[in-house]
């Protein structure tokens, strides 16, 4: 089996074993005080970088043949144009960049085919985003640390907010977001959910234990019960 055959077969089992799972994004907040200047060099490296391979995707002349591998782009200096090459942005980086300028394009002409009025992809002064594909690849997350590590970043950054991230969560990309406030990483995740009429049944079976006086303890066994009939998906 090659390599994109045993990638197919991957997606094919995600995706059938995330049926029974509701997407959720948290958002967790980066502590300012504890960024060292080599940190700091590094995300604002990576937003600059960012925003060279974006406009880099928006001026050429075929978005959708553009090449996501490329190592430098030509940058605006001045009155003149420069070579500048990468070495804050990983590879899956510069993928997922390129590949959203795609996903813009294609938006804006579904919006000019249904009638609507819409303009052509312009060339940004700053990017605020920074797309991070992969959880344990492109990013690392230490829940006892309360720290991210990011592709590229030899240390991790600390954070605050990850206790809000449920433990049975599966989770899936993210971005690493800069606001007027601070940064933040947004985290996608896939959480399993009982099917509805079993959440209405317990509900009402709740309801009944209340109703009949039934304590705490009580609710939790028919809690712990329920679930151990009906597991998460492996």
Not at 153 to 174: D, F, H, M, W, Y
Not at 185 to 192: L, N, Q, S, T, W
Request: charged share 25%.
């Amino acid at each position: 089996m090659t390599k994109n055959e045993k990638i197919s077969q991957a997606i094919i089992k995600t995706k059938e074993r995330r049926k029974g799972m509701t997407c959720r994004v948290f958002g967790v907040k980066v502590i300012d005080s504890k960024l060292s200047r080599e940190k700091r060099k590094h995300i604002e490296s990576l937003f600059i970088e960012a925003n060279w391979l974006r406009n880099a995707v928006v001026s050429s002349d075929d978005v959708f043949t553009f090449d996501r591998s490329v190592k430098e782009v030509s940058v605006k200096s001045g009155e003149s144009y420069e070579m500048r090459s990468f070495d804050a942005l990983s590879s899956q980086m510069k993928q997922d960049i390129v590949d959203s300028v795609k996903s813009e394009t294609k938006t804006l002409a579904t919006v000019k085919s249904n009638g609507g009025h819409a303009g052509k992809l312009k060339e940004k002064s700053c990017c605020n985003s920074i797309p991070l594909r992969q959880y344990n690849q492109t990013y690392r997350i230490d829940f006892n640390k309360s720290t991210i590590t990011i592709q590229g970043l030899r240390k991790p950054i600390k954070v605050r907010g990850l206790s809000q991230i449920p433990k049975e969560a599966e989770l899936t990309n993210a971005k690493l977001v800069r606001k007027p406030s601070g940064l933040l990483f947004y985290y996608g995740m896939v959480v399993f959910q009982l099917p509805f009429c079993i959440r209405r049944q317990i509900r009402l079976w709740q309801r009944f234990l209340a109703l009949r006086g039934g304590g705490a303890w009580t609710n939790q066994v028919f809690m712990a019960a329920v679930f151990a009939v009906v597991s998460p998906p492996s």
